[in-house]
């Protein structure tokens, strides 16, 4: 923090040793300060021959001439032994613009010299004379001085003499008055569009809009001291007008930005200086001519933003002892110091025709584009670690997880054994089981001398019972009407030895596929329907209805038998409850209806998308 302080008090006196090294006069120089001055209207093209009186420069006309809008010429000698000797001439200042004559001929002149003004007072006026200009003797200079009574309207010190020490002292009250200031501008305005942006992709954090919108109407506020002339605007009240108001602008800006800059919010002052910056942007363009007059007063309340907010910030850095703030407290403070003697040249208590303030600007320049950026790299810091702890917290959340999952896994896959096993257990029992006891059954009652055809044909449909488990599982897809095919032969020879006349419909089946679960869901659902009619119901006849309506499936098993009795039903045994089961697996549920004229069973599923 030392070190800082002392380069910045290193550089705030390099720059001002920069600024004042040609201060004293140079030998070989006149410095013509005593002259006459005498007022003249806006068009006049020859000095008036009369109304002179005596002057000291700098002077400033409306203290003597209080109210007067127009010309004031100036008229001042020097004598010269040799006219052959090189010459030149310094004007060091006319508000707003003016015309420099030597011997009667005009040397160098401002392009208007009536409203709208050129803007010449920040800068001096260097010309190299003629010879032939010159007279051994007594020379006069006339200086043709335009303002406006009401923005200190004058003239001040005229140098002649030695070009090279003239030209050196131009060149260094060029920078200082209007150099530097350009710099200033320049910084301002790319501090102001970078934090902007900056504030554009990081809306929360309003510090970066306030500065930015500090910088920017600063830089406008600024541009009064580059500016050669009023364009846009219409004449010097407005130019004036507008320039106070983009300081009352600037200055309550940045009161708003060193507020959050200490993350501080106060609700009521934010309102009033919001009206404040809005009041002097309306008056600036509804009543130009009275802001410009009454462009003091809008100075002042601007300084006292300035001041009270800044006052305010040191005493918050001074209390929180944050780097940051401290650096910035260090850089704000010579520019306080600074502008006191800013603002008393301005109300015309001191004399002078520079502002020393542009001499510490580009310090305080920096040093808020320091603390900003070290406050968004530290942010950025912050988010980094963050993310580090994240990134830690998120590994060891995914351990778990993983372990989790694992053991998840583990858990289902014991799951889907015990269920494969249950599964086997049903489909043998609903498919290879059926069959079994239903041969068992005509085994049973056929004579003692049962050919062994027979006994082979039984067998058979032992075979095709077990390939139907195997087909159904082995094969992922496959189209229900060539896995309907086989059952529907084995079933109907099974219903024809017990005389029972079975009929088949099955209608826009064509393309359907079921997956093997779902397959053999259905194909054992049929199996154990129909063979619970061959062995219970007595029927005559059974009807087995299979189609598509839209995207379900419908399936109804219909006999003539005698029919299921409630509690059957209702408790229905190993059969009837995989039956339901197997119904619900599909995404429907089984309806039975059973009475005196026989039973039927109804299923109604979903179609795969």
């Known amino acids: 923090?030392?070190?800082?302080?002392?380069?910045?008090?290193?550089?705030?006196?390099?720059?001002?040793?920069?600024?004042?090294?040609?201060?004293?006069?140079?030998?070989?120089?006149?410095?013509?300060?005593?002259?006459?001055?005498?007022?003249?209207?806006?068009?006049?093209?020859?000095?008036?021959?009369?109304?002179?009186?005596?002057?000291?420069?700098?002077?400033?006309?409306?203290?003597?001439?209080?109210?007067?809008?127009?010309?004031?010429?100036?008229?001042?000698?020097?004598?010269?032994?040799?006219?052959r000797r090189p010459t030149a001439l310094l004007a060091d200042y006319m508000s707003m613009s003016g015309a420099v004559y030597v011997n009667g001929e005009a040397v160098a002149r401002d392009p208007s010299l009536v409203e709208p003004l050129s803007r010449t007072w920040h800068a001096p006026h260097y010309v190299l004379l003629p010879a032939s200009l010159l007279r051994a003797g007594e020379n006069v200079v006339w200086l043709r001085v335009s303002g406006l009574s009401a923005y200190q309207p004058g003239a001040g010190l005229v140098r002649v003499g030695d070009p090279r020490a003239l030209q050196q002292?131009?060149?260094?009250?060029?920078?200082?008055?209007?150099?530097?200031?350009?710099?200033?501008?320049?910084?301002?305005?790319?501090?102001?569009?970078?934090?902007?942006?900056?504030?554009?992709?990081?809306?929360?954090?309003?510090?970066?809009?306030?500065?930015?919108?500090?910088?920017?109407?600063?830089?406008?506020?600024?541009?009064?001291?580059?500016?050669?002339?009023?364009?846009?605007?219409?004449?010097?009240?407005?130019?004036?007008?507008?320039?106070?108001?983009?300081?009352?602008?600037?200055?309550?800006?940045?009161?708003?930005?060193?507020?959050?800059?200490?993350?501080?919010?106060?609700?009521?002052?934010?309102?009033?200086?919001?009206?404040?910056?809005?009041?002097?942007?309306?008056?600036?363009?509804?009543?130009?001519?009275?802001?410009?007059?009454?462009?003091?007063?809008?100075?002042?309340?601007?300084?006292?933003?300035?001041?009270?907010?800044?006052?305010?910030?040191?005493?918050?850095?001074?209390?929180?002892?944050?780097?940051?703030?401290l650096v910035l407290a260090a850089c704000l403070l010579l520019p306080v110091l600074v502008s006191f003697r800013d603002f008393a040249l301005f109300f015309g208590w001191v004399e002078g025709t520079t502002y020393w303030l542009s001499l510490t600007s580009v310090l305080t320049l920096i040093g808020i584009g320091f603390v900003l950026s070290y406050r968004f790299v530290t942010a950025m810091r912050q988010v980094e670690g963050f993310n580090l702890e994240l990134k830690r917290e998120v590994e060891a959340a995914t351990t778990e997880l993983a372990t989790t999952l694992s053991r998840q896994h583990t858990l289902e896959l014991a799951h889907s054994r015990a269920g494969e096993r249950l599964q086997l257990v049903r489909d043998l029992h609903d498919g290879f089981g059926s069959t079994l006891i239903a041969t068992i059954a005509q085994l049973e009652a056929a004579p003692g001398d049962t050919p062994r055809t027979q006994?082979?044909?039984?067998?058979?449909?032992?075979?095709?019972?077990?390939?139907?488990?195997?087909?159904?599982?082995?094969?992922?897809?496959?189209?229900?009407?060539?896995?309907?095919?086989?059952?529907?032969?084995?079933?109907?020879?099974?219903?024809?030895?017990?005389?029972?006349?079975?009929?088949?419909?099955l209608q826009g089946l064509e393309g359907i596929e079921l997956d093997s679960a779902r397959s053999?869901?259905?194909?054992?659902?049929?199996?154990?329907?129909?063979?619970?009619?061959?062995?219970?119901?007595?029927?005559?006849?059974?009807?087995?209805?299979?189609?598509?309506?839209?995207?379900?499936?419908?399936?109804?098993?219909?006999?003539?038998?005698?029919?299921?009795?409630?509690?059957?039903?209702?408790?229905?045994?190993?059969?009837?409850?995989?039956?339901?089961?197997?119904?619900?697996?599909?995404?429907?549920e089984l309806r039975i209806e059973s009475g005196d004229a026989g039973t039927a069973l109804r299923v109604e599923f979903p179609l795969p998308v």
């Not at 119901?537 to 009807?543: G, Q």
């Not at 419908?554 to 059969?575: H, K, N, P, S, T």
């Open 1 to 83: 923090m030392r070190a800082c302080l002392h380069w910045l008090l290193v550089a705030f006196v390099a720059m001002a040793f920069a600024g004042f090294v040609h201060a004293a006069d140079e030998p070989g120089v006149t410095v013509l300060e005593h002259g006459e001055a005498a007022r003249s209207d806006w068009h006049a093209k020859a000095p008036p021959a009369a109304g002179w009186m005596p002057v000291t420069l700098l002077d400033l006309w409306h203290e003597r001439w209080p109210g007067h809008d127009g010309v004031v010429w100036y008229r001042l000698r020097w004598h010269q032994d040799d006219p």
């Open 455 to 505: 006994v082979i044909a039984t067998l058979k449909e032992l075979r095709d019972d077990l390939r139907l488990v195997i087909d159904s599982t082995a094969r992922e897809h496959a189209d229900l009407p060539a896995q309907l095919a086989p059952l529907r032969h084995r079933l109907a020879r099974l219903l024809d030895t017990a005389d029972i006349d079975s009929r088949w419909q």
């Open 520 to 588: 053999l869901d259905l194909l054992r659902l049929l199996q154990e329907a129909l063979t619970n009619v061959y062995k219970h119901s007595r029927a005559r006849r059974v009807e087995v209805t299979l189609h598509r309506v839209g995207t379900q499936l419908r399936l109804a098993i219909e006999d003539d038998g005698q029919g299921i009795g409630a509690a059957a039903r209702a408790d229905g045994g190993a059969g009837l409850a995989s039956m339901r089961l197997r119904a619900r697996r599909l995404g429907g």
């Open 169 to 325: 002292r131009y060149r260094s009250e060029r920078f200082q008055r209007y150099d530097i200031k350009l710099i200033n501008l320049a910084m301002s305005a790319v501090l102001g569009g970078v934090f902007l942006l900056v504030w554009l992709l990081r809306r929360k954090d309003s510090v970066y809009g306030w500065f930015a919108l500090t910088e920017l109407a600063g830089a406008l506020y600024g541009y009064n001291h580059i500016a050669t002339t009023v364009w846009p605007l219409p004449g010097t009240d407005a130019w004036q007008a507008f320039n106070a108001a983009f300081y009352v602008v600037a200055a309550a800006s940045y009161a708003l930005f060193l507020l959050r800059y200490c993350e501080r919010r106060h609700p009521r002052l934010e309102r009033v200086l919001a009206v404040l910056s809005v009041l002097a942007l309306l008056s600036a363009a509804l009543v130009p001519a009275w802001m410009g007059h009454h462009r003091n007063l809008w100075f002042a309340v601007g300084g006292l933003c300035y001041y009270v907010a800044i006052g305010w910030f040191l005493v918050q850095a001074w209390r929180s002892r944050r780097p940051d703030a």
